[in-house]
């Protein structure tokens, strides 16, 4: 591991939380890898090394694990949840939202429990792992 | 049994760095600064509250193996170690302010949460930080 490896890791850190900060926001690769300040044909494969997921697939895991959080916590409408976690149609959203938690987000709505933990806790930890 | 917690720990991979930032930007005071010859002893407290310190121990030999302590600042380059500190503030949004002014890195703007309004930051080698502005 060398001290270039080591700058890496941290730029790929700043990546993945600006997608922690920014999730609603249409945050692409190349936005992302401006951020991380690398090309854009090293990005994906850089940051895929890094964290053992494309950025693309845990953007939309971080936008599914706040909208699960909005499911449980507030009383808005699946439609308004699914344009403020940053999803560009219902249909996509439903269907993310269904692959990745094996239940439609009303039905998620239904089962699921409110937690007292502090909000950066569920974060971290509720975020969907498949 | 125990009274208190007096000192807690995180990797940091350069003290000198990690001086400039937890004490030149967040505003922490040096609570221990000893050459002890095999180790620098670097600890930080809340200014006013030296009961209370967190030391910033640089992983490395002879603690642990030189390809043990390449294994650690990966982990802590990939935001993957504990790390963890939260602090308490007095008013979250100057706070978070003054240390965007400085340069400092934030992961979340500060938000209302049930118990308070809080906001997240990295170190510079990627060590998780916190502080709330906690409800009355």
Known sequence: MSRAAEETNRLMLRARDAMDRAYAQPLDVPALARIAHVSEAHFSRTFRATFGETPHRYLQRRRVERAMFLLRESGRSVTEICFEVGFGSPGTFSRTFHDIVGRSPRTYRKEAAATVVPTCFTMAWTRPST | ?136
């Not at chain 2, 043990?68 to 380059?77: D, G, I, K, S, Y």
């Not at chain 2, 990939?78 to 979250?92: H, P, V």
């Not at chain 2, 308070?116 to 990295?122: E, N, S």
């Open chain 2, 1 to 136: 049994m125990f009274n208190a917690i007096t000192h807690s720990q995180i990797f940091v991979l350069d003290q000198d760095e990690a001086l400039d930032f937890y004490v030149g930007k967040l505003g922490l005071e040096v609570a221990a600064d000893v050459d002890m010859g095999f180790m620098r002893w670097l600890a930080v407290s809340v200014p006013g509250h030296p009961e209370r310190q967190i030391l910033l121990e640089r992983p490395g030999a002879p603690a642990m193996s030189e390809e043990t302590a390449e294994q650690v600042r990966e982990l802590v380059t990939k935001g993957a170690t504990g790390g963890w500190l939260i602090f308490t503030t007095e008013d979250c949004r100057k706070t978070y302010e003054t240390l965007l002014g400085l340069g400092v890195e934030f992961t979340e703007e500060p938000t209302e949460r049930p118990y308070g309004i809080d906001c997240g930051l990295r170190d510079p080698f990627g060590n998780r930080i916190r502080f709330t502005q906690l409800k009355d």
